[in-house]
């Protein structure tokens, strides 16, 4: 086949040692292993607790294993793209400081923030440009130290988020695998629902902001919960229509590691066993831009070329959609 498609080749990912476990949890806010577990599915999540590093850390570290599993040369990376929504400065690019750090220095690089689709928003321009022609070779790395915008005095968000990192290598592919299609949507109207409100233009910070607590995340969980079961669904749903794809033709789910009840409700909706959903929500939280890549790091071994995999995703702002991607190898 003459037309190119982008496929993933290569994947790798890094989560910090310490282990914040419900029971930890219980010591520092009102709440209990059973709550938790029961509606999020979560049982623990890494915390990066070095003051001194953020997210750049992680997702350096996520990369160089790939590097070194693919065994491939930093100086081939024609592009890095950083999906994160923690990026270590607000204006300094943390994706251009990881490319050199990795030693992709042929590489040009940027930030891509849409919250917890960030990965697979990324997908979606990593295999574009790899589409164009011009690229062969380009590194999406998914990234957040959540840890570093979580007030550990809220139970309502504390609970959910974990810091990690996940990285995969899109090149261009003539047999027809890799990304075939994507539906990616948004809404303005939620970024009220999940946000931090000071830090940004609209509310810069101030003495003020600080002691309010307006630098850490906020939800209106009930909000969130309903929009992101509708759209994770319905984005899942309508890929397989587009493409005559039956639960049956799927191999796998990979969906965002939010919530194990909004995964759930998913793979109903595609009527898919559980067998194929794949899930790491128990020991990693919800890693926001890293859920996607750390979970195909978990079940690589799993993949077999050709495998149908669709991808879901739901974050603030509102984002979300679904991709469908067919695997381009099997794990040696």
Same mark, same amino acid.
């Given at each position: ?15 910090p ?14 709440t ?29 570290? *996520?990369?160089?294993d790939?590097? *070194? ?8 990376? #024609? ?18 400081y990881?490319a ?9 690089a ?6 917890c689709s ?6 979606s321009? *990593?295999? *574009? ?14 990234a ?6 979580v #007030? ?22 003539? %047999?027809g695998?890799?990304?075939?299609? %994507?539906?990616?949507?948004? #809404?303005?109207?939620?970024?009220d629902?999940l ?11 101030? %003495?003020?902001t600080?002691k ?11 909000t ?9 669904a319905d ?12 639960h049956?033709?799927?191999s ?5 590691q ?10 109903s909706?595609?009527?898919l ?17 890293a859920?996607l ?6 079940f ?5 070329k050709? #495998? ?21 190898y099997d794990?040696?």
């Amino acid at each position: 086949m003459n037309t190119i498609t982008a496929a993933i080749t290569a994947v790798g990912a890094y989560v910090p040692d310490f282990v914040l476990s419900n029971k930890v949890l219980e010591t520092m806010v009102d709440t209990n292993d059973e709550w938790i577990t029961t509606r999020t599915g979560i049982k623990e999540r890494r915390i990066l607790k070095d003051a001194d590093k953020g997210t750049s850390f992680l997702a350096i570290k *996520a990369a160089q294993d790939l590097i *070194a599993k693919a065994n491939i040369d930093p100086l081939e990376i #024609d592009m890095v793209i950083m999906a994160t929504a923690t990026a270590d400065m607000p204006v300094a690019s943390t994706g251009v400081y990881v490319a050199t750090q990795i030693g992709a220095t042929n590489a040009f690089a940027y930030d891509l923030q849409a919250a917890c689709s960030s990965f697979l928003y990324g997908m979606s321009t *990593a295999a *574009a440009y790899i589409q164009s022609g011009r690229y062969k070779k380009v590194l999406l790395i998914g990234a957040d130290k959540m840890s570093s915008i979580v #007030d550990y005095t809220d139970r309502a968000t504390c609970i959910i988020f974990g810091d990690g990192a996940g990285a995969v290598l899109f090149e261009p592919n003539h %047999e027809g695998l890799g990304l075939q299609d %994507e539906y990616l949507r948004s #809404d303005g109207l939620g970024r009220d629902y999940l946000k931090i409100s000071a830090g940004g233009s609209l509310i810069p910070t101030t %003495e003020e902001t600080v002691k309010n607590r307006q630098h850490n995340i906020i939800q209106d969980g009930k909000t969130v919960f309903k929009f992101a079961v509708t759209n994770m669904a319905d984005a899942s749903e309508l890929i397989l229509k587009r493409n005559n794809l039956s639960h049956e033709d799927v191999s796998w789910l990979v969906p965002h590691q939010a919530n194990k009840r909004i995964i759930d409700a998913t793979a109903s909706r595609m009527n898919l066993e559980d067998s194929k959903v794949l899930m790491n929500i128990e020991k990693f939280g919800n890693t926001t831009s890293a859920t996607l890549p750390l979970v195909l790091n978990d079940f690589e071994h799993l993949f077999k070329k050709g #495998d149908n995999i669709i991808f879901a995703a739901f974050g603030g702002g509102f984002t979300w959609g679904s991709i469908y991607l067919k695997w381009a190898y099997d794990k040696k």
